[in-house]
């Protein structure tokens, strides 16, 4: 009897705390170019780094060195919403700040995820895009910024 009620409550434990725990385990992978401004070169990815966070929750940060998330030498990106703390859902908008060390620049893109389980979003660099809208940004040393990586 004993046996019965430890493995009925151990099932119990597994089916709450699993259930708890498998929104964050569902892929979901944000990818793409990142870009000249010439809309057609893909950039030297070394001196850059990325932050990426879902704008309702921006304390969960995730960065290029975070699990399934990278910058790959082929000039492209790749962010997995799996492993966010907090489960995503289709609708969640996540921001994505690429840090160019270079050029001391900050581009940022805003991604609405949707219920496919891939977004695919090209990164201009130098130019934002809030949710499909490109936004030029100006250039010069009047426009330096301290973006939210280094604060």
């Not at 879902?54 to 997995?80: A, F, K, W």
């Not at 703390?85 to 620049?105: C, H, R």
């Not at 995820?113 to 891939?118: A, E, F, P, R, S």
């Amino acid at each position: 009897m004993r046996a019965k009620t430890f493995g009925l409550a151990a099932l119990l434990i597994l089916i709450f705390t699993g259930s708890s725990f498998a929104g964050s385990l569902i892929p979901h992978v944000v990818y793409g170019e990142i870009l000249l401004p010439d809309s057609v070169t893909r950039a030297d990815t070394s001196n850059l780094i990325f932050d990426a966070f879902i704008i309702d929750r921006p304390d969960e940060v995730l960065t290029e060195s975070s699990p399934g998330c990278r910058i790959n030498s082929n000039g492209t990106y790749v962010v997995e919403c799996s492993s966010y703390v907090t489960e995503w859902a289709p609708g969640d908008i996540v921001q994505i700040e690429v840090y160019d060390w270079d050029f001391n620049l900050l581009s940022i893109v805003q991604v609405e995820l949707n219920d496919t389980g891939t977004n695919r979003q090209a990164i201009e660099l130098y130019k934002d895009v809030i949710i499909g809208t490109p936004v030029e940004r100006p250039m010069g040393p009047a426009v330096m910024e301290i973006p939210t990586i280094l604060k």
